[in-house]
């Protein structure tokens, strides 16, 4: 069993930087892509930025540019340095993670509590 712990969302100006923190913590698992994902009121949860865990990046075009995802797999942890913020960046901001469960040989996807990010003036 994983369990995703995020931290780092608050409210910011326009033009600020947030850093999103998000730790997996367990056994018997082995984590591959992470990722962050949002949600707004009325709009389904998109994808935001995930990395692979050899370090392959993939990002919505929105975000391009200005946020950067990362990951210490020794401490199973992603993080989403978020620049030059935007007020259509405000959303609950979601953890996520596919991994490997050891001990029933299968791969599971799991989620964060989410953490709000707000940009505004």
């Known amino acids: 069993q994983v369990q995703l712990v995020e931290s780092g969302g608050g409210l910011v100006q326009p033009g600020e930087s947030l850093r999103l923190f998000c730790v997996a913590s367990?056994?018997?698992?082995?984590?591959?892509?992470m990722g962050w994902y949002r949600q707004t009121p009325g709009k389904q949860r998109e994808l935001v930025a995930r990395i692979t865990v050899d370090g392959i990046t993939d990002y919505t075009d929105s975000v391009k540019g200005r946020f950067t995802i990362s990951r210490d797999n020794a401490k199973n942890t992603v993080y989403l340095q978020m620049n030059s913020l935007k007020p259509e960046d405000t959303a609950v901001y979601y953890c996520?993670?596919?991994?490997?469960?050891?001990?029933?040989?299968?791969?599971?996807?799991?989620w964060g509590q989410g953490t709000q990010v707000t940009v505004s003036s």
């Open positions: 367990g056994s018997g698992f082995r984590i591959n892509t």
């Open positions: 996520n993670c596919n991994a490997y469960d050891r001990i029933n040989l299968s791969y599971n996807t799991y």
